[in-house]
């Protein structure tokens, strides 16, 4: 990638990428950036953005690909204790429901660390933040300001749910805590952050950074960082881990 808006490049120390490659093209009329930008309404830029999510997260239903997930628990010496691994190809019905046939599943984690495909699903699910209409209900937005990410300059706003936390022992459903950042070109989601309530006992999801893409007109989660310490029982872990979407291609 070699334009600026096909690019974000983040910094070495990163360590977690998640790759998501899906060709759409939802495109906000000139006027109507033009429009947003001059009156900066927090309301309008979230409801633009969230037609786009919802036009992206529709495209994404035509797709599949290849999911690479590692997580690594790392010892206080800094060393990797151990590690988990899973290499799986995702689908989708025309209904939208998703699919995943693993392909390659181990582990080495240490043995009060268990991770299987349930919960490496729930790991991963508020990575894929996506804000559509539904989300706006789901959640309370506070406009910050303007930011900067990298050479893109972005709507910032916090947010919170609203909804009554499920039982995560129960339920597979994830909501962010954090922050967003929506291009004031685009108007569209650029980048993700914080972290996944409710927390499983004893459990908690690393903090993280989502840094989305641009491709064909839209942008999609591109690359996601994770390196937290991290609550496994009766003593913190550090953990890091890594997800890389790829391959995807059109299903006939």
Same mark, same amino acid.
């Given at each position: 990638?070699?334009? $600026?808006?096909s690019e974000?490049?983040?910094?070495p120390?990163?360590?977690?990428?998640? =790759?998501?490659?899906?060709?759409?093209?939802?495109?906000?009329? #000139?006027?109507?950036?033009?429009?947003?930008?001059?009156?900066?309404?927090?309301? #309008?830029?979230?409801?633009?953005?969230?037609?786009?999510?919802?036009?992206?997260?529709?495209? =994404?239903?035509?797709?599949?690909?290849?999911?690479?997930?590692?997580?690594?628990t790392?010892?206080?010496?800094?060393?990797?204790?151990?590690?988990?691994?899973?290499?799986?190809?995702?689908?989708?019905?025309?209904?939208?429901?998703?699919?995943?046939?693993?392909?390659e599943?181990?582990s080495?984690?240490?043995?009060e660390?268990?991770?299987?495909?349930t919960?490496?699903?729930? $790991?991963?699910?508020?990575?894929?933040?996506?804000?559509?209409?539904?989300?706006?209900?789901?959640?309370?937005?506070?406009?910050?300001?303007?930011?900067?990410?990298?050479?893109?300059?972005?709507?910032?706003?916090?947010?919170?749910?609203?909804?009554?936390?499920?039982?995560?022992?129960?339920?597979?459903?994830?909501?962010?805590?954090?922050r967003?950042?929506?291009?004031?070109?685009d108007l569209?989601?650029?980048?993700? #952050?914080?972290e996944?309530?409710?927390?499983?006992?004893?459990h908690?999801?690393?903090?993280?950074?989502?840094?989305?893409?641009?491709?064909?007109?839209?942008?999609?989660?591109?690359?996601?960082?994770?390196d937290?310490?991290?609550?496994v029982?009766?003593?913190?872990?550090?953990?890091?881990?890594?997800?890389?979407?790829?391959?995807?291609?059109?299903?006939r």
């Amino acid at each position: 990638m070699s334009s $600026l808006r096909s690019e974000i490049r983040l910094s070495p120390a990163v360590s977690l990428t998640f =790759l998501i490659l899906v060709n759409s093209s939802p495109i906000i009329p #000139a006027a109507t950036r033009s429009g947003l930008e001059q009156k900066q309404d927090p309301a #309008a830029v979230l409801a633009a953005a969230a037609e786009s999510g919802k036009r992206v997260s529709a495209a =994404l239903r035509n797709y599949t690909c290849y999911a690479e997930l590692t997580i690594e628990t790392v010892s206080q010496a800094d060393t990797v204790s151990g590690k988990y691994y899973r290499f799986s190809q995702i689908s989708y019905t025309p209904d939208g429901t998703r699919h995943e046939r693993v392909l390659e599943d181990k582990s080495t984690l240490p043995k009060e660390v268990h991770i299987g495909t349930t919960s490496a699903n729930n $790991l991963t699910r508020i990575y894929q933040f996506m804000l559509t209409p539904d989300t706006l209900g789901q959640y309370e937005f506070n406009y910050v300001g303007r930011e900067r990410i990298d050479e893109l300059n972005c709507f910032a706003f916090d947010v919170r749910p609203t909804v009554k936390m499920p039982d995560p022992a129960r339920s597979p459903e994830r909501y962010l805590k954090g922050r967003v950042w929506i291009d004031d070109q685009d108007l569209q989601l650029v980048k993700a #952050a914080g972290e996944a309530l409710p927390e499983q006992t004893a459990h908690r999801t690393p903090r993280f950074e989502t840094y989305f893409q641009n491709y064909a007109d839209c942008w999609f989660p591109a690359y996601t960082s994770a390196d937290d310490g991290v609550r496994v029982g009766d003593r913190f872990a550090r953990v890091i881990v890594k997800v890389r979407f790829t391959g995807y291609t059109k299903a006939r």
